[in-house]
């Protein structure tokens, strides 16, 4: 399989096997919904349009590989393990795709959350140029691989760096997003700013769980925003956890509001319990410093724009660092 054959097998999935249309996705993605109550319909529906609109247009994979000119052109021996994260539909997508962009052979630990979308995916791959039968590997244990990407918590994180630690690696952690508003939003950004709340449950490291606001913030605007995500709260396991931390804001007598089962509190740390977002105020433009070891993305009137934090481009990394460059260097 040189690169072009690559790129072509990549765009048939997400031309007729990602599609609405296609039965067998259907089926995959009633089971999904079956196996992990927390994949929506409606979210593996966003999910799926995300990959096939920003990852799989025959011409932005092209211009994507021209970026990188020590890609090889033909396959390699290099084994590439994956450590998939299921935090959200798909999420391991990207990293199987740079891997097998990049021509090396991908080993795959799937998650456990998320194995009957991934499962599918690799199914379609290699209907769609048996080759690729030889070039993915799904183990229940990585071993014996070249180089590893690995994602998951901080925990989980510390294992990693222990177990892949000598060999070329990427190992994300907990990440977060926040939003900067000054309090001109409209009703169309703040509707925006919703999305990148609450797609997925708020789950993902692109999820804004914190918003900085200027004293004297009138919350009533983004409070009715969130109310169109007011019917997560009829999903059992997402109303166990609001019920949680409602309870625990009564206990400490803290201030909250409520926009129909998701909490907003006061508090300094931009990591949130599913079901809350946090606030922070600051004053005279002086905005509370950032960690970048913490956050993702920022969305606002200085970053990114509100509604985008889920649709990013290919070439957009986790964490800034660039996965298909890491793979180009493992000849």
Not at 56 to 66: E, F, G, K, T
Not at 95 to 116: E, F, R
Not at 216 to 235: C, M, R, S
Request: aromatic fraction near 12%.
């Amino acid at each position: 399989m040189n690169i072009q054959a690559r790129i072509e097998a990549f765009f048939t999935l997400g031309d007729k096997y990602l599609n609405t249309n296609n039965p067998s996705f259907s089926s995959a993605k009633k089971e999904a919904n079956v196996q992990n109550s927390w994949f929506l319909p409606e979210f593996i529906d966003q999910s799926t349009k995300q990959i096939v609109e920003q990852f799989l247009q025959r011409q932005d994979l092209n211009n994507w590989v021209n970026f990188y000119p020590n890609i090889s052109t033909a396959p390699t021996n290099v084994k590439v393990g994956i450590v998939m994260a299921g935090n959200i539909p798909m999420v391991g997508f990207h990293d199987l795709l740079s891997v097998l962009i990049a021509g090396h052979i991908a080993v795959i630990k799937l998650s456990s959350k998320d194995k009957v979308l991934m499962q599918y995916v690799i199914d379609s791959l290699i209907e769609i140029n048996p080759i690729l039968k030889e070039r993915i590997i799904i183990q229940e244990q990585l071993k014996n691989c070249d180089a590893y990407i690995a994602t998951g918590s901080n925990s989980a994180g510390e294992y990693f760096e222990q177990y892949f630690g000598k060999y070329p690696h990427i190992i994300r952690k907990n990440k977060t997003s926040i939003a900067i508003l000054d309090g001109s939003e409209t009703i169309d950004e703040l509707n925006l700013l919703a999305d990148d709340m609450m797609l997925y449950f708020g789950m993902g490291c692109r999820n804004v769980t914190q918003v900085w606001v200027p004293s004297g913030y009138d919350f009533l605007p983004l409070v009715t925003a969130l109310k169109k995500y007011d019917y997560l709260i009829d999903q059992h396991k997402y109303k166990h956890n609001y019920d949680y931390q409602l309870a625990l804001l009564m206990m400490n007598r803290q201030y909250y509001m409520d926009a129909g089962g998701i909490l907003l509190s006061e508090n300094p740390s931009p990591f949130a319990a599913l079901s809350q977002i946090h606030y922070q105020f600051y004053e005279n433009n002086k905005l509370p410093e950032i960690n970048p070891i913490n956050v993702q993305c920022i969305v606002g009137k200085t970053g990114l724009p509100f509604g985008s934090l889920q649709k990013p481009s290919i070439s957009q990394y986790a964490d800034g660092v660039d996965t298909l460059e890491f793979l180009s260097t493992l000849l």
